[in-house]
């Protein structure tokens, strides 16, 4: 079957660990994006890779890093230097860059 | 000012009845619209997707588009218990750079009640 697979789903982090949540897509999709959701506030975009090695920062990157090595992989990496982690974070990916998005399950990241 | 205005409800509709869902937006250039569904707890997925001015029809469910106002809605037609979800308006709205970026609104709350 063809999707978007994110794991962790649920992850406890200690303040000023890093951790990274890895997604893995078999679509064939080129276009693939970090979004973070908070309460009550729509998707806000981390950042977004077009293609193999190549990315660009979103709205919100900094305390971030991804990297895009393969065509379908697109771990993100959240750092200490972000403030306030906790949040759920969906990656996406876009067959065209039209905007119709697929999205993974998500992963639910908690600071303890 | 919001890039993507949505009322976040939340909004309750009897089953049966039609529930209507509002979403404005400020870049007039704008081109694609889309609707996506999402339920507690879960994923986004993409419903409907809109590119040109009037009504475009999915089974029961209907996308308006008006872009001289700015503004794009979505019809649910004999609503469900199933269609409880927060429904989310994104827009491709024309960035600094030039680029198309996606941009999500808030969401809206829906809640149908049996």
């Known amino acids: 079957d063809g999707g978007i697979t994110q794991s962790p789903k649920y992850l406890f982090r200690k303040e000023g660990q890093n951790v990274t949540l890895s997604c893995e897509q078999n679509l064939n999709h080129d276009a693939m994006y970090w979004y973070r959701q908070d309460p009550g506030q729509g998707l806000r975009l981390i950042y977004y890779s077009q293609i193999v090695n190549d990315f660009q920062k979103g709205d919100i990157a900094e305390g971030y890093s991804v990297s895009r090595e393969k065509k379908e992989s697109f771990p993100l990496t959240v750092t200490s230097a972000q403030k306030n982690p906790t949040a759920f974070y969906l990656c996406?990916?876009?067959?065209?860059?039209?905007?119709?998005?697929?999205f993974g399950e998500g992963s639910r990241l908690t600071v303890l | 000012q919001k890039e993507v205005e949505q009322n976040s409800g939340p909004l309750s509709v009897p089953e049966g009845a039609i529930a209507s869902l509002n979403c404005t937006y400020s870049d007039r250039g704008s081109q694609s619209f889309f609707w996506y569904r999402q339920y507690s707890g879960k994923s986004p997925e993409l419903i409907m997707s809109?590119?040109?001015?009037g009504d475009k029809e999915d089974g029961r469910f209907t996308a308006q588009l008006n872009k001289a106002s700015q503004y794009v809605s979505l019809l649910i037609r004999d609503s469900q218990p199933s269609d409880s979800a927060t429904y989310l308006c994104?827009?491709?709205?024309?960035?600094?750079?030039?680029?198309?970026?996606?941009?999500f609104g808030t969401g809206t709350r829906l809640t149908i009640i049996p």
């Open positions: 994104a827009v491709n709205l024309l960035s600094n750079f030039g680029n198309e970026k996606l941009t």
């Open positions: 996406a990916t876009d067959r065209d860059r039209t905007g119709e998005l697929f």
């Open positions: 809109i590119y040109s001015n």
